[in-house]
């Protein structure tokens, strides 16, 4: 039970801006929003996580709606590189599962 | 840091044969992953320690998988016997707390003929 949702795929102009979509609605108060991505065949990697605020690092933006049904990571100028499966995680801050789902796949258009 | 480490990167072998898989965590991190991926089920937690303590290993499929972290910078994940759905990519994967970003290996590809 990965808790989120995700549209299955999207595509973006290279240079533009990507909105990753994810529902979470039955998030619970401790919980956190994380992401990561996969690009092929590689380990997956961590993008950036929140818990009620919204947050910026080097590699994208993340915006949670104030009730915390859902969130957008927001890649400001997607390159060809990010091309890849981008997956939003609901976690616990302490003990059990971490469910990954089936992600969104971005393919960035040059 | 070189990252996390895993060994082999590919393995083939055939139903019936014991197989052992290699991590080597980040130096200094609390917490161990083992994942296994497909694309029938995606990426699934396998078991997870913290100091070297398995925590939770609810998501091993069956008995025929175990895991063992005998110190702080090494974890194996053994399928005794092999099935071919067992073929996959396992990922280890390494945070320094539990609520920490986690960094994955490369992943090592098992074929199960």
């Known amino acids: 039970d990965a808790k989120t949702t995700q549209p299955p795929s999207m595509d973006c102009a290279e240079g533009r801006a990507a909105n990753l979509p994810c529902n979470h609605s039955t998030i619970s108060g401790n919980e956190y929003v994380y992401w990561y991505r996969q690009i092929h065949s590689q380990g997956p990697q961590y993008i950036i996580h929140g818990l009620k605020n919204n947050e910026t690092n080097e590699m994208a933006s993340l915006i949670i709606t104030e009730d915390r049904k859902s969130s957008t990571l927001i890649l400001p100028h997607a390159t060809l590189r990010d091309t890849a499966v981008y997956y939003c995680?609901?976690?616990?801050?302490?003990?059990?599962?971490?469910?990954f789902g089936t992600g969104t796949s971005l393919t960035v258009i040059p | 840091d070189a990252g996390v480490i895993q060994s082999p990167r590919h393995e083939v072998t055939e139903m019936g044969q014991e197989v052992t898989l290699r991590c080597k965590p980040i130096?200094?991190?609390?917490?161990l992953f083992w994942y296994r991926q497909t694309m029938m089920r995606g990426l699934e937690l396998l078991i997870y320690f913290n100091n070297n303590v398995p925590i939770d290993d609810s998501g091993m499929p069956e008995d025929r998988f175990s895991a063992k972290m005998p110190n702080a910078s090494f974890s194996t994940l053994k399928i005794q016997p092999s099935e071919p759905r067992d073929s996959a990519v396992y990922f280890c994967a390494s945070s320094l707390e539990w609520r920490n970003e986690q960094f994955f290996g490369p992943g090592t590809r098992l074929t199960v003929l």
């Open positions: 995680i609901v976690r616990p801050n302490t003990g059990n599962q971490f469910y």
């Open positions: 130096s200094g991190h609390d917490y």
